[in-house]
């Protein structure tokens, strides 16, 4: 590892990785080592392996992988990155609410006794865990280390989830309680681009200003600039809301740094922090962000264009899936996937038939298309529009309804006038009591189209 070390200092593009994820990242010298020599991973221009590389670059930049420094992972789960950081300190601890209830299968310790042998039972073959501890521990008490007692930490986009304002200072406060002056702490987090923070419950996506803010009550430096960057390449695109539609796995397809929900632009953000040494916190500088803003946003409205100018298929049943599901979709591969199985029975039961996911439009006017043929049901069927804000679980409202009879071989279109600040999704429930009814879903089919000028 001495040798990698040294490779990485000689490759050096940047003293500090202060920045949000831009595709062009990946051809950075020192990105790309540690990618490949570090990490052991072919470049994929996806967000987690941009946080665990510049996690490591900050450290290794800032002499925490001398041997001789303590510190700490903050909701690690069991991420690579603990089982190479671990031996280049003189001891390191993982942390995590590690228990058998948790949705994160990275820290669901299910027949494991103890969260030490759930973390250490995953490390890859040769590791050495010798001088590693792991604790249950929440990131908003940090009461098991003594002040100025670690060296460095970091985590790798748990922040956001950890609760509200009160309990993210809570926990940038604990952590420059427990850091030694001079040491840091390498946070990843979701980042906006022209929007307000989104208050999602335990999900939290933030603009630039919040997190500046945060920093400044939790007496937190910040290294000086923020690179706010972003080249104009193709790769630097928001990827299309493919979770919305019919055709399941095309996510992958998409390897793009830049996500978009609900008609919203993010990625992930790097911010390398310290105790404050002086009488006020340093602010930073975030060159090139107003033009990347505009970038983005035109590119949002753009990908609105070229996706809805043709009738796209949806997945007509996307709300009816636990709802936890749509605002952690880009986390769904760290999630426990059996609590996201669609049971169409009980839905039915309930009298739901169809919730399709909340797209944003623009003010492009717009149309949802329906097919179906049901058998088994002889009551109504109620079909409503409802509109929101992006990025809210709660608020929706109906601004169009119509009702159907549940004729085999319906066929129907609903046009409506969407607002640029919301989002639209279509539903249908069963207006009889269809309980004890064998419904019989031969066909259903959802289709959306804007009429774009």
Not at 104 to 122: D, H, L, M
Request: glycine share 4%; net charge negative.
């Amino acid at each position: 590892m001495t040798d990698h070390l040294a490779a990485i200092q000689s490759l050096k593009s940047r003293d500090y990785w202060q920045k949000y994820c831009v595709c062009e990242d990946w051809y950075e010298a020192d990105f790309d080592y540690v990618v490949k020599q570090i990490l052991q991973q072919n470049a994929s221009q996806r967000r987690k392996q941009w946080e665990c590389a510049t996690i490591f670059l900050n450290l290794a930049h800032h002499g925490m992988f001398s041997g001789d420094k303590v510190g700490a992972a903050f909701g690690a789960g069991r991420e690579k990155l603990l089982y190479i950081i671990a031996p280049l300190t003189q001891a390191f601890h993982a942390t995590d609410l590690y228990t058998m209830q948790t949705v994160w299968k990275t820290a669901n310790i299910k027949r494991f006794n103890t969260p030490e042998e759930f973390v250490k039972a995953a490390a890859p073959a040769g590791s050495n865990t010798d001088n590693m501890k792991v604790h249950d521990m929440d990131m908003r008490d940090l009461s098991y280390f003594a002040d100025d007692s670690l060296d460095f930490c970091y985590s790798a986009c748990a922040f956001e989830h950890i609760g509200d304002r009160d309990d993210f200072i809570q926990h940038l406060k604990e952590v420059r309680r427990v850091l030694k002056p001079g040491g840091i702490y390498s946070m990843t987090t979701e980042f906006l681009f022209g929007d307000a923070t989104k208050t999602l419950p335990h999900n939290y996506k933030f603009d630039l200003e919040y997190l500046r803010e945060l920093f400044i009550e939790s007496g937190l430096d910040t290294a000086a600039e923020f690179d706010g960057h972003c080249d104009s390449s193709f790769a630097n695109w928001p990827k299309p809301p493919v979770d919305s539609f019919m055709a399941k796995g095309l996510s992958n397809r998409f390897p793009t740094p830049f996500l978009y929900l609900e008609g919203i632009p993010y990625t992930t953000c790097n911010f390398l922090l310290s105790p404050q040494q002086g009488d006020q916190p340093l602010t930073f500088a975030a060159p090139g962000m107003t033009r990347s803003i505009n970038l983005m946003t035109n590119r949002s409205n753009q990908l609105i264009k070229s996706t809805f100018n043709t009738w796209q298929l949806l997945d007509p049943y996307n709300r009816l899936r636990r709802e936890v599901k749509n605002y952690l979709a880009d986390h769904q591969e760290y999630l426990i996937e059996a609590g996201f199985a669609l049971n169409i029975e009980e839905n039915l039961v309930n009298g739901f038939l169809v919730f399709t996911d909340y797209i944003h439009l623009s003010d492009f006017p717009a149309k949802f298309k329906v097919q179906y043929d049901i058998s088994g049901y002889a009551g109504n069927i109620t079909w409503q529009v409802f509109e929101k804000e992006a990025m809210r679980a709660e608020g929706r409202q109906p601004i169009l309804k119509q009702t159907t009879k549940s004729h085999q071989h319906q066929s129907f279109t609903l046009a409506f006038q969407p607002k640029a600040d919301r989002v639209y999704a279509l539903s249908a429930q069963l207006v009889a009591n269809p309980k004890n009814a064998q419904i019989n879903i031969n066909n259903l089919l959802v289709w959306l189209k804007a009429k774009v000028e």
